[in-house]
């Protein structure tokens, strides 16, 4: 299904746009306004044309081959943080959604998806979001759905729930369907860490990985404002702690042979999940690199779209688009 295009908006380290691509879609721009996120698209896909520029301040008409594009797609950053820096971005996460509509706007695609946190296709708080976009996209022509998807049912070995939008024009509206779970049994965070944790020579990477028989709690990345890098709050940390992973921190390196994995003896003796493993666990291939210092690099694949999820989000909505349109109305 090739021949698509698409505009990616806040790109972060690529999940989105590399499902996409994988789906079929060819991206004409890419926008992040984060430095070390935007090096990491330009690593991967030097070809990309990457911005680092922020989605409140970009003007498509400075940019037109953000014209006339099939698809708009917008990976929202994801975040929660102490009561303080909450409420200012909380403010700022409604300004970017308000900015991705307002972007489909200006450049018209043939359809839209907008990810973010599960709240976001039901909860009351976002409630005048969803009023917002609704009266904004039915204007325009636009129908859409709002559906939460699990990256577990992906293939994807982590439970993480994301709230989507998604708005196709009128004319191909009707052949859209959310996409239905591929896969049947979870992948464990054994099946998904084994090979890895085993390639310093730990002899205890296979009973390592069949005590973790379990997919991952979901991936925190934190804000720009927090301190270290650490697997997520207190519930995901003692999830953490019955795989025998100390999820306090990130580690730098997988164990080496000499390395004593005894859960019971505290912290120290338990493994931990380096920025790599990480980004195995979002269902980044291998191949991907992620650039920054530690910390950066995990925060980037915490608030990244696992690229299985942005693929079949793009071929369900490939599907539609190549489907035949149905005649416009009349009047």
Not at 6 to 16: K, P
Not at 20 to 31: I, V
Not at 309 to 330: F, I, S
Request: aromatic share 8%.
């Amino acid at each position: 299904m090739g021949g698509l295009t698409f505009v990616d908006v806040c790109s972060g380290a690529g999940g989105l746009a590399l499902g996409l691509e994988q789906a079929g879609f060819e991206p004409r721009l890419l926008l992040d306004d984060d430095a070390d996120a935007v090096a990491t698209l330009r690593t991967n896909r030097p070809h990309w044309n990457v911005l680092n520029t922020d989605l409140l301040d970009f003007d498509p008409s400075e940019h037109p081959e953000s014209y006339d594009v099939d698809l708009l797609s917008a990976g929202l950053p994801r975040v929660k943080s102490s009561a303080t820096a909450q409420r200012a971005e909380s403010g700022l996460e409604e300004r970017l959604l308000e900015a991705a509509v307002y972007l489909a706007h200006a450049i018209r695609p043939r359809a839209v998806i907008i990810e973010n946190v599960p709240d976001l296709a039901h909860s009351d708080r976002y409630q005048r979001f969803r009023d917002f976009a609704r009266a904004e996209l039915a204007h325009l022509g636009y129908e859409f759905s709002w559906f939460i998807v699990n990256a577990v049912d992906f293939g994807v070995p982590q439970n993480r729930k994301q709230g989507v939008l998604v708005a196709v024009e009128r004319r191909w509206a009707e052949a859209f369907r959310p996409p239905t779970p591929t896969v049947r049994q979870p992948m464990t965070v054994g099946a998904a860490l084994g090979p890895s944790m085993a390639a310093r020579g730990w002899p205890d990477a296979a009973r390592w990985a069949a005590q973790a028989d379990q997919p991952a709690p979901t991936l925190v990345g934190g804000s720009k404002n927090r301190g270290g890098a650490d697997l997520g709050p207190t519930g995901a940390k003692r999830k953490w702690a019955t795989m025998g992973v100390n999820a306090h921190t990130v580690g730098n390196e997988v164990p080496g042979p000499d390395f004593v994995w005894d859960p019971s003896l505290g912290r120290d003796n338990m493994v931990k999940i380096t920025v790599e493993q990480a980004a195995l666990l979002q269902g980044f291939p291998g191949s991907w690199e992620v650039t920054g210092l530690k910390t950066a690099r995990y925060r980037q694949i915490g608030h990244a779209t696992p690229p299985p999820v942005g693929q079949v989000l793009g071929r369900a909505v490939a599907e539609a688009l190549h489907g035949q349109p149905a005649a416009p109305a009349a009047g």
